[in-house]
């Protein structure tokens, strides 16, 4: 990538050294597996009871904690001052596509992240135990937690935990209070470039560690806690990143007092991306490939040492990540957006959004899916030829470079998630070229925000599907911001500052000007007498 002249960083990459829906708006095959059990209100006691009462919220109109309390051991008292609260709540790791009453089935306690015929593991819930709630009940409950400091539902995932991991004692949780990010009405941007009054970014990048890979860091960690207590052979974690999943994985291990690994490919990644999980104390290596080799590294390594796989193979962080889509609805009141896109990669996410909703939708919070969209870049672009095959045949590529480098993958481990979430929402792939990525973050910039590549890639399809007539003036529509702008700083300054052959449409660099009076008059007159102050449209 070209190096800018407008600012020069001091230090660079490293390289290799259903009730009452709302408006339309077992053969077990793993023996000597530890059960962990707990006393909690929060459902974190499992058993076969049918005599369940309903989750409760957080205590309300209570004094201030005693002095040498700290939340989490008012959150105990409160617990113990309730009584053990026996509700059934399960979840457990069964093959992708299977239900969870499935034969093949693994306790979220095991170390497994492959089906016995080597295909994909998906945590499942006991819908019958969470269906003896209705919608109106679950809303209600979710709404009810919202801005609250009560551990451990302050966390956006947490305040859904009977639908994370429901078995997990909240003294084993390892939160941020993630979650819980601003949905934008991008109302200047939905106006002026899309003719659309109804257009939000979710930016989920507003975050920990300023990604979205933190809901899903956060029930991983968590659980990997769990397992140490349990006196399970773990001695780190480890995953292969593109940059946001190494500066989630080290930041909550680091809170947990566990070692974190990361292979990272080199010159890959942004400076920002890289000092996270140096500074969070992570065993950094750089590696000489690409995301797809780190990939396939970690995945050899894992299967040696007792480390624990943390990418989106193990599919206990979808469970985090789904929780996004919960939130979408909830604000907007428990409406359906008509449209949903996603940034896609490794294409994990766009599968956690569809369980995040399909759970809404089957528990009778809402009455529907919204359609989903995932965009991948045009450089990075398997699973866009997949569906312009018409699904016939899937084949993985070898990525190219992007300024989207999160999602520079060619070979995505969640395939098989993706269509499955894709072809039961009525849901379009699209793709973005490096020039229309770039130039929609800057346009969307220039209204306000301050977004990343991935974004620009899922706003492109956007403004695809917008002038094709596919997505209409009035469709309520959201996009996923991924990850928060300010982690990629340098590819903003190459594009304003003319560093990037061939591109820069809407470049606004900085203006020289001599120190005097006269000089910053004449610019600025220039300036007023300019169409910029006025411009409406492209």
């Known amino acids: 990538m070209v190096s800018s002249s407008l600012f020069n960083p001091s230090f660079s990459t490293l390289t290799p050294k259903p009730t009452n829906p709302t408006t339309n708006r077992k053969n077990r095959l793993a023996p000597n597996v530890i059960a962990c059990t707990s006393s909690t209100y929060d459902s974190s006691s499992p058993t076969t009871s049918t005599n369940s009462h309903p989750p409760t919220a957080p205590p309300a109109n209570h004094s201030r904690r005693n002095a040498e309390e700290n939340i989490k051991d008012e959150a105990r008292r409160h617990r113990s001052a309730s009584g053990s609260d026996s509700r059934g709540f399960t979840a457990r790791y069964v093959p992708f596509n299977a239900g969870f009453d499935s034969a093949e089935w693994y306790s979220l306690d095991d170390i497994v992240y492959r089906s016995r015929s080597g295909?994909?593991?998906?945590?499942?819930?006991?819908?019958?135990?969470?269906?003896?709630?209705?919608?109106?009940?679950?809303?209600?409950?979710?709404?009810?937690?919202?801005?609250?400091?009560?551990?451990?539902?302050?966390?956006?995932?947490?305040?859904?935990?009977?639908?994370?991991?429901?078995?997990?004692?909240?003294?084993?949780i390892v939160s941020a209070f993630e979650g819980n990010s601003n949905l934008f009405w991008a109302e200047r941007f939905g106006k002026q470039y899309l003719s659309m009054n109804d257009l939000w970014v979710k930016h989920c990048g507003i975050s920990h560690t300023g990604s979205f890979k933190d809901l899903g860091m956060t029930v991983l960690v968590s659980q990997v806690q769990l397992l140490c207590k349990l006196n399970r052979t773990v001695v780190g974690v480890g995953c292969a990143s593109t940059g946001d999943t190494s500066a989630a994985l080290s930041a909550y291990c680091a809170a947990a007092g566990i070692p974190s690994i990361v292979f990272l490919p080199a010159n890959k990644i942004s400076t920002a991306q890289l000092v996270?999980?140096?500074?969070?104390?992570?065993?950094?290596?750089?590696?000489?490939?690409?995301?797809?080799?780190?990939?396939k590294l970690i995945r050899e390594i894992t299967s040696e040492l007792p480390i624990y796989l943390?990418?989106?193979?193990?599919?206990?962080?979808?469970?985090?990540?789904?929780t996004a889509a919960i939130e979408i609805l909830q604000q907007f009141d428990w409406e359906v957006p008509d449209w949903v896109i996603v940034?896609?990669?490794?294409?994990?996410?766009?599968?956690?959004?569809?369980?995040?909703?399909?759970l809404c939708r089957d528990l009778g919070l809402v009455d529907r899916i919204p359609r989903l969209v995932c965009a991948q870049a045009a450089n990075a672009n398997p699973l866009y030829?997949?569906?312009?095959?018409?699904?016939?045949?899937?084949?993985?590529?070898?990525?190219?470079?992007?300024?989207?480098?999160?999602?520079?993958?060619?070979?995505?481990?969640?395939?098989?998630?993706?269509?499955?979430?894709?072809?039961?929402?009525?849901?379009?792939?699209?793709?973005a070229s490096e020039e229309e990525l770039m130039d929609a973050m800057a346009q969307a910039d220039s209204t306000g925000m301050f977004i990343c590549p991935h974004t620009g890639v899922a706003l492109t399809a956007l403004i695809k599907l917008r002038r094709s007539g596919v997505i209409g003036?009035?469709?309520?529509?959201?996009?996923?911001?991924?990850?928060?702008g300010l982690k990629f700083t340098q590819s903003k300054t190459d594009y304003h500052s003319g560093a990037i052959p061939g591109m820069g449409r809407f470049a606004n660099p900085p203006v020289t000007v001599n120190p005097d009076f006269g000089s910053v008059m004449d610019v600025l007159r220039g300036f007023l007498k300019s169409d910029r102050l006025n411009k409406k449209s492209l």
Not at 312 to 322: A, H, T, V, Y
């Open 473 to 484: 003036p009035t469709d309520r529509t959201v996009v996923v911001s991924t990850a928060h």
């Open 343 to 358: 940034p896609g990669g490794n294409l994990g996410n766009i599968y956690a959004f569809y369980k995040g909703f399909k």
């Open 276 to 295: 996270q999980p140096i500074a969070n104390g992570a065993l950094v290596l750089s590696i000489d490939t690409d995301f797809d080799g780190c990939m």
């Open 385 to 431: 030829r997949y569906y312009k095959s018409g699904w016939k045949e899937f084949k993985a590529v070898t990525a190219k470079s992007t300024f989207a480098s999160a999602i520079q993958i060619g070979d995505p481990v969640s395939i098989d998630r993706a269509v499955f979430a894709l072809r039961n929402s009525e849901g379009i792939v699209e793709e």
């Open 119 to 172: 295909g994909l593991l998906d945590v499942q819930h006991d819908m019958e135990a969470l269906s003896r709630f209705d919608g109106a009940y679950w809303r209600s409950l979710f709404d009810s937690r919202v801005g609250k400091t009560a551990w451990p539902y302050g966390s956006g995932v947490w305040s859904k935990k009977e639908w994370v991991l429901p078995e997990i004692d909240p003294d084993d």
């Open 310 to 322: 943390a990418n989106s193979l193990n599919s206990l962080r979808l469970e985090g990540q789904k």
